[in-house]
């Protein structure tokens, strides 16, 4: 099946900024919404962001909106993730995970909660240092 691979992580000093790649094949990209979670050790997956191209549409948390920016790629088939003013809270795993449900980042509920998102990859790490 298809499976996402998200990259990009690594070691940041807290204010500074770090882009998150997510990258996917065979299958066409317009088809769905792409997910972005991340999940710290010990703590509960969370959502951050989605972002569906063909409805034109996008999802941020409350805790990372106006620092972080979803965007795509289509030719590239990529989606990304520009994270500014980072945080030691944002140290996490970022994953990346496709919905074929185009229109779920449209709704909070059940919006990157919907059981939809699959084809997760193995993840990226980001350390932000205090």
């Known amino acids: 099946e298809v499976q996402l691979q998200a990259s990009g992580g690594g070691l940041v000093q807290a204010g500074g900024s770090l882009r998150l790649s997510c990258a996917a094949s065979?299958?066409?990209?317009?088809?769905?919404?792409i997910g972005w979670f991340r999940q710290a050790p010990g703590k509960e997956r969370e959502g951050v962001s989605c972002?569906?191209?063909?409805?034109?549409?996008?999802y941020y948390a409350d805790s990372v909106k106006g620092r972080f920016t979803i965007s795509a790629d289509n030719a590239k088939n990529t989606v990304y993730l520009q994270m500014s003013s980072l945080k030691p809270e944002d140290t996490a795993v970022y994953y990346c995970?496709?919905?074929?449900?185009?229109?779920?980042?449209?709704?909070?509920?059940?919006?990157?909660?919907?059981?939809?998102?699959?084809?997760w990859g193995q993840g990226t790490l980001v350390t932000v240092s205090s």
């Open positions: 972002i569906s191209t063909s409805e034109s549409s996008t």
């Open positions: 065979e299958f066409t990209f317009d088809d769905y919404a």
């Open positions: 995970a496709a919905n074929p449900w185009v229109s779920v980042c449209d709704y909070e509920d059940p919006g990157l909660s919907d059981p939809g998102f699959g084809s």
